[in-house]
């Protein structure tokens, strides 16, 4: 049995489809059909059967895909231990972020290159930086989120708080200490309806409340209140730093978010994934004011 067929093997588990393995593995999806096929070969049984848009495990599937887990996991502690890994250094890492604001964090991954120069990261912003983790779209994650998933490893970098905030020149048409529903509100679109500061919204404004627009993302939305459109809740490490804006409410408690860097939970995390957790956590920690915590 091939170990290098096993890898595309597991790609094509993980991804649910030949296209969303070949995606991961850089290879063409008839690359991973022909692997897949010279597995099921050498086993001499069918390892997927097709359903409706994806593939499920057979049930010499599920076996092969369990005992091929523990192989993945023998190979990587092994190279950790031979000291091979330390060539990937020089390879490719994806690090999810979510949409708008992973931008804000490309000086923290700056550190990254500065002390690993052979190591080239892609950023993937995405709505879900979480869900493209586990899809194996990405080998690291960048998470604003409350917990991390079973399935994942976390490591815990601090909270993050939200306030409201005004721009200077929205200040000089209405009053900081003016009742909530008197101000302008920047909203979320649809995209963004079920998020935890539209969900906020929905529960303490009124209707009538005013809501010029609504955005999409973080950087939309700081923009939109740089541009005295209205006020909004924003992210207080990043916030507090620009002195166009103020914030004119405490932090709102129940907004608040923990940071966190994430990777696979069911194999070791390679040279490049350990490398970035112990190059860029104290670099965030540092950023929103916390404690790095494992």
Not at 202 to 225: D, F, G, I, M
Not at 256 to 272: F, K, Q, V
Request: charged share 20%; with cysteine.
């Amino acid at each position: 049995m091939n170990w290098d067929d096993l890898r595309f093997f597991l790609a094509a588990v993980r991804a649910r489809t030949y296209s969303g393995a070949a995606a991961e593995l850089g290879v063409n999806r008839t690359t991973v059909a022909r692997r897949v096929g010279q597995l099921e070969q050498s086993v001499g049984r069918a390892l997927f059967s097709f359903s409706g848009n994806h593939y499920q495990l057979t049930p010499a599937g599920e076996e092969l895909y369990q005992h091929a887990r523990e192989l993945e996991h023998f190979v990587g502690g092994l190279e950790g231990k031979l000291g091979l890994e330390e060539e990937q250094l020089s390879g490719q890492l994806r690090i999810a972020a979510p949409l708008g604001l992973g931008p804000e964090f490309v000086p923290e991954l700056a550190v990254l290159s500065t002390t690993y120069p052979q190591l080239q990261w892609e950023l993937v912003n995405t709505l879900d930086p979480i869900a493209s983790l586990s899809q194996r779209k990405a080998d690291v994650a960048i998470a604003v989120s409350n917990h991390c998933p079973a399935h994942l490893k976390g490591h815990y970098l601090g909270e993050l708080q939200r306030a409201i905030y005004a721009s200077k020149g929205y200040l000089k048409r209405v009053a900081a200490d003016a009742e909530l529903a008197q101000h302008h509100w920047i909203g979320w679109g649809r995209d963004l309806a079920q998020s935890q500061a539209a969900k906020w919204m929905s529960a303490n404004l009124p209707a009538t409340v005013q809501r010029p627009a609504e955005v999409n993302s973080w950087q939309a939305l700081k923009a939109a209140v740089l541009a005295g459109v209205g006020v909004a809740h924003l992210w207080c490490f990043l916030a507090d730093a620009d002195t166009r804006l103020q914030r004119i409410r405490p932090a709102t408690t129940e907004l608040s978010m923990g940071l966190w860097l994430m990777r696979a939970g069911d194999m070791p995390a390679n040279a490049r994934a350990r490398a970035f957790e112990a190059t860029v956590a104290p670099a965030l920690a540092a950023r929103i004011g916390a404690d790095a915590l494992s």
